[in-house]
């Protein structure tokens, strides 16, 4: 059975940083492309990032490019989220999905939604 958990998520002030991890277990990130989402009371899903699980590839989002990076362990087990400079905006349930990639060597993310998803982990940003 394929699980992705995410954790890291918590309180911060505005300005400050949080690390969050989406561990996988079942699967093997090498292969995959991994989506960080995040949503907000009342306000749609929205992607924020994708990484290739294979070679560390990303890209982001407008509204975090630049404060947010991905990265991914050496075992491939593990994604990061670094999130810096943070804003009460960045307030939001945040949770990872991934997908296998369908050319080796690319990847993408689906903001529809992946083939796996876990469940959230909350970050409140106060002012």
């Known amino acids: 059975e394929v699980q992705l958990q995410a954790s890291g998520g918590g309180l911060a002030q505005t300005g400050g940083s949080l690390r969050l991890s989406c561990a996988a277990s079942?699967?093997?990130?090498?292969?995959?492309?991994i989506g960080w989402f995040r949503q907000a009371p009342g306000k749609e899903r929205e992607g924020v990032a994708c990484i290739s699980g294979s070679d560390g590839r990303s890209y982001y989002s407008g509204p975090v490019q630049g404060r947010f990076t991905a990265s991914v362990d050496n075992a491939k087990t593990t994604v990061y989220l670094q999130m810096n400079s943070l804003k009460p905006e960045d307030t939001a349930d945040y949770h990872c999905?991934?997908?296998?990639?369908?050319?080796?060597?690319?990847?993408?993310?689906?903001?529809?939604?992946?083939?796996?998803r876990g469940k959230g982990t909350q970050v409140t940003v106060s002012s």
């Open positions: 079942g699967i093997n990130f090498d292969g995959y492309a």
């Open positions: 999905e991934a997908d296998p990639v369908k050319i080796p060597g690319t990847y993408s993310c689906d903001y529809f939604g992946m083939k796996y």
